[in-house]
């Protein structure tokens, strides 16, 4: 995500900010699953760019809402597939195999 959203020229420590703020605020990870949804490539260039859904939610849990962004091709990547149940063998005498 920092690649996306560069944060600010100055670090500023979460621990000298508001409680109301870290509350209140965005929680963006370096790494956040979302949806894509198209792709564009620059003329300019030749580079592909994605555009994503990210979901966020407020640090309070209290605020949620949809980044649409626009991310470099380098930066995104298919979530794992997760099976709910392993794989059939496929020799198994008791499945006819």
Not at 80 to 94: K, L, S, V
């Amino acid at each position: 995500m920092a690649h996306v959203l560069p944060g600010p020229s100055g670090f500023i420590r979460a621990d000298t900010l508001a409680l109301r703020v870290r509350a209140g605020g965005v929680v963006l990870e370096s790494e956040m699953p979302g949806a894509l949804h198209s792709w564009l490539r620059v003329a300019a260039d030749g580079r592909w760019l994605a555009q994503v859904c990210v979901p966020v939610r407020s640090a309070n849990g209290r605020g949620h809402l949809d980044l649409w962004l626009w991310v470099e091709s380098a930066n995104v990547a298919p979530q794992p597939t997760i099976r709910d149940t392993p794989p059939a063998p496929e020799n198994d005498p008791e499945l006819g195999g």
